[in-house]
Every structure is written in structure tokens, then in C-alpha cells.
């Protein structure tokens, strides 16, 4: 079964610096999608960027770009300059196609970004 | 973009009551419907995937007879939790993900339910 591990329940950094979330995942397949999710306070559920597994480019959106890196099954988001808005819920996720496009969760990072 | 519209946002209900949650898909269709609940400070735990015009799959522990799942057409599906107790109080939100290539999922903003 896939599983999806983010081992760091809460991080805080300062507006204007970087900060990089770990997510590991476990998978036997080699088709597959990973997610990062934002969910503020507000608590809606909101795409920050998605990695097709073919790629082998990272994807990049912005201030947020991921480090994919297959072999190790590592998915880590980075956010450059951040911002007061950024501090929120971050969940990773993980989708194959077998699985009737299910999502697999992770724990989520609570972000705190300090003024 | 893509928009799925959830209500209510927050409802309270008297114990032994039933409540219907919807979640519509307003400018595409809606094949696919996921049904999450979500605890403070938790993550999203998965309660049914539904297919529309089929009947809902349930993860392993969740009720069927209490949370009935309708998905009867491509735009609509609701969620009835019935004979709700304190303990269903819990955050719901449904996620929809459509029949275009793009592998995306679209998330309801969420219903609080609170039962008292």
C-alpha cells in the first residue's frame, strides 16, 4: 500500500526567507502523481503545485518549486520569499491511477510564517 | 476554473437528527466525487469515493447505513449523515475531480457540522 510521510509537524521561518517541506513517499508503481496542498485557516483545500512522475523536471510555480527526486521517492516543496499569506496547513499527496484516482494523505506541516 | 460549491459551510443539529451536505460542480462534470472528514489538526481521511450513477465505495470503518452517499448525477453529490451523535461532529468537505485529461481535484470549501 502507498503511503505518504511528512515528518515535520511544524515549522516557522521569518517573511522574506525560504523554507523547504519534506514529504517521502511509498510506492511500487512507476505512474503516478504527487500533490502539495495548502489549506489556511480558512481550511479550503487549495492546489499549490502537482509533479507528474514521467517528468523529470521539477515542477515550479512562482515561489514554489518542488525537488522531486524519484529514486529516493522524495517530494520536498521549497517557498522563496515567503510570504505572511503562505502560513497555513501544507499536505503532501500522492494519486495513482489504480486506485480510482484516490488520494494518499500525508500528516501535513503546519507553517507559521512570522512578520 | 474550475469551482465545487459546498453547503452549508456550518450547520448544528439535535442529536438523533439527520443532515444532507452538497457539493455541486458548477462549470464541469463531476465524474468523480471524493468525501473526506478531517479532524483540528489532522489530516483529510477519505470516507467514500463515489462514481456517478454508481454506488459509493466506503473505506474500511465507515458506516454506510449512517453516511449515505448520492451521487446521481454529474454535478451534484450529497452527503446525509443520519441518526447524527456528537461524535459525527467533525469537518466535511468533498472533492470532485472531473472527465478532462488534467488530473485535477477541485475541493468544496468544507461543512462543520456540530451535533449537540
Known amino acids: 500500500a502507498q503511503t505518504v510521510t511528512q515528518s515535520q509537524p511544524e515549522m516557522s521561518v521569518q517573511e522574506a526567507e525560504t523554507v523547504t517541506l519534506s514529504c517521502t513517499y511509498d510506492?511500487?508503481?512507476?505512474?503516478?502523481?504527487l500533490f502539495w496542498y495548502k489549506q489556511p485557516p480558512s481550511r479550503q483545500m487549495i492546489l499549490v503545485i502537482r509533479?507528474?512522475?514521467?517528468k523529470q523536471q521539477n515542477a515550479t510555480e512562482n515561489r514554489f518549486s518542488v525537488n522531486f527526486q524519484k529514486a529516493a521517492k522524495s517530494f520536498s516543496l521549497k517557498i522563496s520569499d515567503s510570504q505572511l499569506g503562505d502560513t497555513a496547513m501544507y499536505f503532501c499527496?500522492?494519486?495513482?491511477?489504480?486506485?480510482?484516482?484516490?488520494?494518499?494523505w500525508g500528516a501535513g506541516t503546519k507553517l507559521i510564517i512570522k512578520p | 476554473g474550475a469551482v465545487v460549491s459546498q453547503h452549508p459551510s456550518w450547520v448544528i443539529c439535535k442529536s438523533g437528527t439527520s443532515v444532507k451536505i452538497e457539493c455541486r460542480s458548477l462549470?464541469?462534470?463531476?465524474?468523480?466525487m471524493f468525501w473526506y472528514r478531517q479532524f483540528p489538526k489532522q489530516s483529510l481521511m477519505l470516507m467514500a469515493t463515489?462514481?456517478?450513477?454508481?454506488?459509493?465505495?466506503?473505506e474500511q470503518g465507515v458506516e454506510k447505513d449512517k453516511f449515505l452517499i448520492n451521487h446521481a448525477s454529474l454535478t451534484l453529490s450529497t452527503l446525509t449523515v443520519t441518526s447524527a451523535h456528537p461524535e459525527d461532529s467533525s469537518f466535511y468537505i468533498c472533492?470532485?475531480?472531473?472527465?478532462?485529461?488534467?488530473?485535477?481535484?477541485?475541493f468544496g470549501s468544507g461543512t462543520r457540522l456540530t451535533v449537540v
Open positions: 472533492s470532485a475531480r472531473g472527465n478532462t485529461g488534467y488530473h485535477g481535484y477541485t
Open positions: 462549470d464541469f462534470q463531476a465524474t468523480t
Open positions: 463515489s462514481n456517478e450513477g454508481s454506488k459509493a465505495t466506503y
Open positions: 510506492t511500487s508503481e512507476n505512474n503516478y502523481y
Open positions: 509533479q507528474e512522475a514521467y
Open positions: 499527496a500522492f494519486m495513482n491511477f489504480d486506485s480510482n484516482y484516490q488520494l494518499i
